[in-house]
């Protein structure tokens, strides 16, 4: 990947959160080269440099990636429909591509056995895979609850890793945030660090995958929700803090975005990694697939209720959040 300012990764970081929120409709050249504000003709180059990968590439991965976590999370969900959500013309196009990416046809697939076995996409090295036995076991041993609710709206600040896992970068983009809210003058009390992943590394090759490390700001002191909670659990709810602008994150060579308040459902986890793992594998593969919900075309979120700091990087308190919409 070629190294780039972080002007330019900005907007191209617009443009990719664009794409994730709109692949069911028409993502030509010139819509997303106006969003990044490039002309057509350099947009194509200034992508692939940011990203490593062609803007038609992206994209393509992007749609096949949604549809296979559609048909994972909703098995019951037709292929027709999986195809027309995820962007593509109809059914033979979508299992065209479906094939020359992972490997076999979606009818094919049972939706249950981990795609990272295709003869593409490859998953991060130690990364687990349990039997719906074993996910049950730990649900009823550890005693895990499963909450639904509406996750306010939030102003998010946040730094885009590319091949997160297996390094120290989401590390480090911890830090460089943490020292930006020293500087500014916000208490870490007033805000809530939150991950949004928006690969789904059992599906995404290690090396595509991408994550969110961002700080939450409420855009409303006085609301009602998992972000609301945590800051009353603190001491603050009802504390206003300053919300960042585009100009300021600008200087600092950070994204910002505004998010609407969206329905989640979420598993409150404390404990390490292994607990962490074993909450996203239920929710995708138990939880969603019984309910009368689907995921939302939204990255998942782990919302963390104190700082990795406060208790290391071993052992974590967070929320593995969904956004979810009803079927």
């Not at 019951?76 to 999986?82: H, N």
């Not at 479906?98 to 795609?115: E, N």
């Not at 960042?244 to 609407?260: A, G, N, V």
Request: negative net charge.
């Amino acid at each position: 990947m070629l190294a780039a300012n972080g002007h330019y990764n900005e907007r191209v970081n617009r443009v990719l959160d664009y794409i994730g929120e709109h692949l069911d409709q028409e993502l030509s050249l010139d819509r997303l080269s106006q969003i990044a504000c490039f002309s057509p003709f350099h947009f194509h180059r200034v992508f692939q440099g940011v990203t490593g990968e062609t803007l038609n590439s992206h994209v393509r991965r992007v749609r096949l990636e949604r549809a296979a976590l559609l048909m994972k999370a909703s098995p019951r969900k037709r292929i027709t429909d999986v195809a027309i959500d995820a962007g593509f013309a109809g059914t033979a196009e979508f299992s065209r591509a479906f094939k020359s990416h992972f490997g076999r046809t979606p009818s094919s697939w049972d939706r249950r056995s981990p795609l990272e076995k295709s003869k593409i996409c490859k998953a991060p090295e130690g990364l687990s895979f349990y039997t719906l036995e074993e996910l049950e076991n730990w649900k009823t041993s550890a005693d895990v609850r499963v909450q639904v609710s509406r996750f306010e709206p939030f102003r998010y600040v946040y730094i885009r890793v590319f091949a997160p896992y297996g390094n120290m970068k989401l590390v480090d983009a911890y830090y460089s945030l943490t020292r930006w809210l020293a500087d500014r003058g916000t208490d870490m009390r007033d805000i809530v660090f939150i991950g949004m992943s928006l690969d789904d590394p059992s599906i995404t090759p290690s090396e595509q995958c991408r994550y969110d490390m961002g700080v939450a700001f409420r855009k409303k002191p006085a609301s009602d929700g998992p972000l609301s909670e945590i800051l009353h659990s603190r001491g603050r709810a009802d504390l206003g803090v300053a919300l960042p602008d585009r100009s300021e994150c600008d200087l600092c060579e950070f994204s910002i975005r505004d998010l609407e308040a969206q329905e989640t459902v979420a598993i409150h986890c404390v404990g390490d990694l292994g607990h962490v793992e074993r909450a996203w594998h239920y929710l995708y593969r138990i939880w969603l697939p019984s309910g009368a919900y689907e995921p939302a075309n939204f990255p998942a979120m782990e919302v963390f209720v104190r700082q990795p700091e406060e208790i290391g990087w071993e052992t974590f308190d967070l929320h593995t959040c969904i956004p979810v919409e009803r079927l």
